[in-house]
């Protein structure tokens, strides 16, 4: 996993991360369990991977991507699969 993409916990508060590219950035706090966390995570990373963008940090699909997911996670939703799923499927349509 690419540890400059992956979410970071502190005290409980996650940053659904902090995106800077294209004038657009984003910073959102949302509190999220560990599980959640490594979760929405997993779904983040397999959604770029899958649409060839792990090296494009800047590309404006990654923000949808990223909002997607956590959209998905203040929903309560947990599952990994689930929530790459959910992502793909906004920016396919």
């Known amino acids: 996993m690419n540890h400059g993409r992956v979410f970071a916990l502190k ?6 991360r902090k995106l800077c ?3 657009a950035c984003m910073l959102e706090y949302s ?3 560990p599980e959640h966390v490594k979760a929405i995570a997993v779904a983040f990373e397999d959604c770029l991977r899958a ?5 494009r940090p800047s590309d404006p699909t990654v923000l949808v991507i990223a909002r997607r997911i ?9 599952n990994p699969a689930l929530l790459r799923d959910g992502a793909l499927k906004s920016v396919m349509t």
């Open 11 to 16: 005290q409980g508060r996650l940053p659904t």
């Open 51 to 55: 649409l060839g963008l792990t090296d």
């Open 21 to 23: 590219g294209a004038g």
């Open 70 to 78: 956590i959209e998905l996670a203040k929903q309560g939703e947990c």
């Open 31 to 33: 509190s999220f369990s």
